[in-house]
């Protein structure tokens, strides 16, 4: 089992800033790669980034790419999502989730899931 919870969200004007921490107990953190994820209210949830269980590989959606930037403190058992230049758009409730593989994480059918932290981007 690997537990997971999500914190950093809040309310931000467009064009700021928000840094979200996943913290990870249970097994061992590293032997997994980590995602973010977010659904928008009436629309599904959608991938944001992934980070290899190294830290040495990632990938952001295009949506956030050049914006958001995701990575792991495996000392700390910890991922982060940095997210800048923030916009309306963005706003949802964002949760991080735990994989084994890396390739396959932004299929969103890992077991592991926070419950969510809400990011909130007014105009």
């Known amino acids: 089992q690997v537990q997971l919870v999500e914190s950093g969200g809040g309310l931000v004007q467009a064009g700021g800033s928000l840094r979200l921490s996943c913290a990870a107990s249970?097994?061992?953190?590293?032997?997994?790669?980590m995602g973010w994820f977010r659904q928008a209210p009436r629309k599904e949830r959608e991938f944001v980034a992934a980070i290899s269980w190294s830290g040495g590989n990632t990938f952001h959606a295009d949506s956030v790419k050049g914006r958001f930037t995701i990575s792991r403190d495996n000392a700390k058992n910890t991922v982060y999502l940095q997210m800048n230049s923030l916009k309306p758009e963005d706003t949802a409730v964002y949760y991080c989730a735990a994989d084994p593989s890396f390739r396959t994480i932004a299929t969103m059918t890992s077991d592991y899931w926070g419950q969510g932290t809400q990011v909130t981007v007014s105009s």
């Open positions: 249970g097994r061992t953190f590293s032997n997994y790669a």
